[in-house]
């Protein structure tokens, strides 16, 4: 017959306590295992957790939600494997050790051998191991902390790339693009997890601009009533994308106008297209609707600027109007027509900017879906050794 100790009162912690210790002098967790050999298994493969960091409650948390249901088929009779493992991913080691090295990644190969730098990551991932392993023991969490899988490790490494090659036999793997946000410093994409880290996101002031995007006039019939020159506006808040623009957006029924004036800046005469609710916003105080002859007597000293409203139309007949390309340095990867013309965006609104999305595929999600269904191509882009940017 089992005899329990006899508590007077009620101390969660010397409870846990005497049951960890219980476990641990009668190999329980070990037991539980050994002696279904021969039943059917269910294997635990732990989603690894990062040694170079303290444990937090989450990680508490988690482990219990995970014991839960190892512990359910234990119960049910299986012989359960639970391996342990650690996650030694880089880039939050490696910038942690080029700190306290005070190095960069320049520095590599030069200042520090690519061997001694290895050696400092690998120490610095497993830095707080002995911590974990006492909560993991404190928490009752089973799991095989002997033999635990490291990311870092060849064996594991093989084995990636092995199941890699299997997926790959099968005809499973394919090449596209995401979006993903990437550090040039680092020379990589970044995860979410990284994006978390302190320090990540700054408040900055970001300049906007509203770019005018020169229509090819024989791309369509919109504008055959028009003389000179038309110009698409399109606003952006992100002016360092604008070499990698292949689109425009405009929305299906928002309602556009081609607009006869002057340019403030230059003074001299431009027609230009923008959503009709934004044209006093874009314009401002020193535009007025003018005459012909506000226009022939208009001068660089005029206090106000005349415009004039040639023509409207909804954003689907603008779709499909080609416009050179603005910055041209590269081309896309399809260099056909598909690139630099007006498409649908679901996403565009006329709240701000001018009712027209400058659309770059390979910096946003919304671009690059929107471009993706319309059949344009992205342009990629290079970092500075030439060297095709992951997205």
Request: hydrophobic share 35%; proline share 5%; aromatic share 12%.
């Amino acid at each position: 017959m089992s005899q329990f100790k006899e508590y007077k009162n009620l101390n969660l912690i010397d409870v846990a306590e005497n049951i960890a210790e219980f476990w641990k002098q009668n190999k329980t967790f070990n037991k539980s295992v050994e002696i279904r050999e021969g039943q059917p298994e269910f294997v635990f493969y732990e989603g690894p957790p990062s040694a170079n960091g303290m444990p937090g409650i989450h990680h508490v948390m988690a482990r219990a939600l995970k014991d839960i249901f190892c512990r359910y088929q234990t119960q049910n009779g299986k012989q359960v494997f639970r391996k342990a493992g650690w996650d030694t991913h880089g880039l939050p080691v490696e910038l942690g050790v080029e700190k306290e090295l005070g190095i960069t990644k320049e520095d590599i190969g030069r200042k520090i051998s690519i061997e001694d730098y290895n050696k400092a990551c690998r120490e610095a991932v497993m830095r707080y191991t002995d911590v974990w392993n006492n909560l993991t023991e404190k928490i009752g969490y089973w799991v095989d902390l002997d033999d635990p899988y490291i990311t870092y490790k060849s064996k594991y490494m093989e084995t990636v790339w092995w199941l890699l090659k299997q997926l790959y036999n099968k005809d499973l793997l394919y090449k596209g693009y995401t979006i993903q946000p990437y550090s040039p410093k680092a020379g990589t994409g970044l995860s979410s997890a990284e994006l978390n880290m302190p320090g990540t996101y700054h408040d900055v002031s970001d300049t906007t601009i509203v770019a005018q995007f020169k229509v090819k006039k024989e791309s369509t019939d919109l504008f055959n009533d028009v003389e000179g020159d038309v110009n698409i506006l399109a606003w952006t808040t992100t002016p360092w994308t604008l070499p990698s623009n292949t689109a425009l957006a405009v929305g299906r029924d928002i309602e556009y106008v081609v607009v006869k004036t002057f340019n403030q800046y230059t003074f001299q005469p431009v027609t230009v297209v923008l959503a009709k609710v934004l044209l006093n916003k874009n314009f401002g105080k020193k535009y007025a609707e003018g005459t012909d002859e506000d226009f022939a007597n208009y001068t660089s000293e005029s206090k106000t600027i005349p415009y004039q409203i040639l023509k409207e139309f909804t954003g689907e007949k603008l779709t499909g109007t080609q416009y050179e390309q603005l910055v041209p340095w590269f081309t896309p990867n399809d260099t056909s027509e598909k690139a630099f013309r007006v498409i649908l965006g679901d996403f565009v609104t006329t709240e701000d900017g001018t009712g027209i999305v400058h659309i770059a595929p390979t910096f946003g999600a919304d671009d690059a879906k929107a471009a993706k269904e319309a059949g344009v191509p992205p342009m990629l882009i290079k970092d500075e050794n030439d060297n095709l940017v992951p997205l």
